[in-house]
Antibody, heavy 113, light 109 residues
Framework: DVQVVEFGGGLVQPGGSLRLSCAVS????????MNWVRQAPGKGLEWVGN????????YYVDSVKGRFTISRDNAKNSLYLQMRSLTAEDTAVYYC??????WGQGRLVTVSS | QAVVTQEPSLTVSPGGTVTLTCGSS?????????PYWFQQKPGQAPRTLIY???NRHSWTPARFSGSLLGGKAALTLSGAQPEDEAEYYC?????????FGGGTRLAVL
């Protein structure tokens, strides 16, 4: 079975930084595009960004460009999201989403003073 | 950024058939946009029903099917069950970006 587990999250002050991690098992991780998706409270799903299988290609939604960085470690079957200059608008549950759409439970990030 | 549009809400009778659609502001949706369909129930994480236009996962009930219809991606539910009441999101891979639709709230009444 495919398992996707996100780690990290929590409460951070505006302007602060946070790093999320995601561990994937049950698939050949190194062959999958990997996405980060978020969902603000009571809102719809929003794609945050993705990274190519070898890590050479990265794309982001305009609202996080220059603040968020996606990376991966294929040897560890892991995906990362480094978030900086966080604002209240970044408050959301963050999901790691491999290609073909295997979901974990997500991690809540709350930006508040 | 492109806009992906879905019906805000739909209602289907138990046992009935309903089609949800997913359109793009950039033009006709094709298989090259690798359409996905997700189901989300209150308080739960989403789950993927359909990927790459028409591929089901092992957990996807056979009553759900994906297709392209009239320049849009489509999710057809045939034989609706009460447990199908949920929010449904589509996703399209466009040039340099991936975009979710705003979601369709499906009621089974």
């Amino acid at each position: 079975d495919v398992q996707v587990v996100e780690f990290g999250g929590g409460l951070v002050q505006p302007g602060g930084s946070l790093r999320l991690s995601c561990a994937v098992s049950g698939v050949t991780f190194s062959t999958y595009w990997m996405n980060w998706v978020r969902q603000a409270p009571g809102k719809g799903l929003e794609w945050v960004g993705n990274i190519s299988p070898d890590g050479s290609g990265k794309y982001y939604v305009d609202s996080v460009k220059g603040r968020f960085t996606i990376s991966r470690d294929n040897a560890k079957n892991s995906l990362y999201l480094q978030m900086r200059s966080l604002t209240a608008e970044d408050t959301a549950v963050y999901y790691c989403l491999p290609g073909r759409g295997y979901w974990g439970q997500g991690r809540l990030v709350t930006v508040s003073s | 950024q492109a806009v992906v549009t879905q019906e805000p809400s739909l209602t289907v009778s138990p046992g009935g058939t309903v089609t949800l659609t997913c359109g793009s502001s950039t033009g006709a949706v094709t298989s090259g946009h690798y359409p996905y369909w997700f189901q989300q129930k209150p308080g739960q994480a989403p789950r993927t029903l359909i990927y790459d236009t028409n591929n089901r996962h092992s957990w996807t009930p056979a009553r759900f099917s994906g297709s392209l219809l009239g320049g849009k991606a489509a999710l057809t539910l045939s034989g609706a069950q009460p447990e199908d009441e949920a929010e449904y999101y589509c996703l399209l891979s466009l040039t340099g970006e991936v975009v979710f639709g705003g979601g369709t709230r499906l009621a089974v009444l």
